[in-house]
């Protein structure tokens, strides 16, 4: 029984990295991107995936993120960049390719609406 809960539990830490990744790369993106006397709404677009997909995820030692910056009255898009961070939330690379080169493959996706 006690190997049961150990391995329920995973998932849910694993999944904790990569809110750690996608928070790190949100909070850089902002602080990068968005002039700081803005406010701004976040939306994160996680994928659904159930236990397997959890676990698999979990033992990634990095995520890419795509991020885009949206004008809340024009709905037109500001500013593009993708960011590489560790599963404990270190931002190790961002930048803006093009996003033809990274959207795709990325693990999340978040808009900004300022």
């Given at each position: 029984?006690?190997?049961?809960?150990a391995l329920a539990a995973t998932p849910l830490a694993s999944y904790a990295?990569?809110?750690?990744?996608?928070?790190?790369?949100?909070?850089?993106?902002?602080?990068?991107?968005?002039?700081?006397?803005?406010?701004?709404?976040?939306?994160?677009?996680?994928?659904?995936?159930?236990?397997?997909?959890?676990?698999?995820?979990?033992?990634?030692?990095?995520?890419?993120?795509?991020?885009?910056?949206?004008?809340?009255?024009?709905?037109?898009?500001?500013?593009?960049?993708?960011c590489v961070a560790s599963r404990r939330g270190e931002v190790i690379v961002i930048d803006s390719?093009?996003?033809?080169?990274?959207?795709?493959?990325?693990?999340?996706?978040?808009?900004?609406?300022?």
């Amino acid at each position: 029984m006690a190997g049961t809960l150990a391995l329920a539990a995973t998932p849910l830490a694993s999944y904790a990295g990569s809110n750690q990744a996608l928070d790190a790369c949100v909070k850089s993106f902002v602080e990068t991107y968005i002039p700081k006397d803005r406010v701004v709404r976040v939306h994160k677009h996680q994928p659904t995936m159930g236990p397997l997909g959890m676990m698999q995820a979990g033992r990634k030692d990095t995520y890419t993120i795509a991020l885009s910056a949206v004008g809340k009255r024009s709905g037109k898009e500001i500013a593009q960049a993708r960011c590489v961070a560790s599963r404990r939330g270190e931002v190790i690379v961002i930048d803006s390719p093009p996003a033809g080169s990274y959207v795709a493959k990325a693990d999340f996706a978040a808009v900004i609406t300022r």
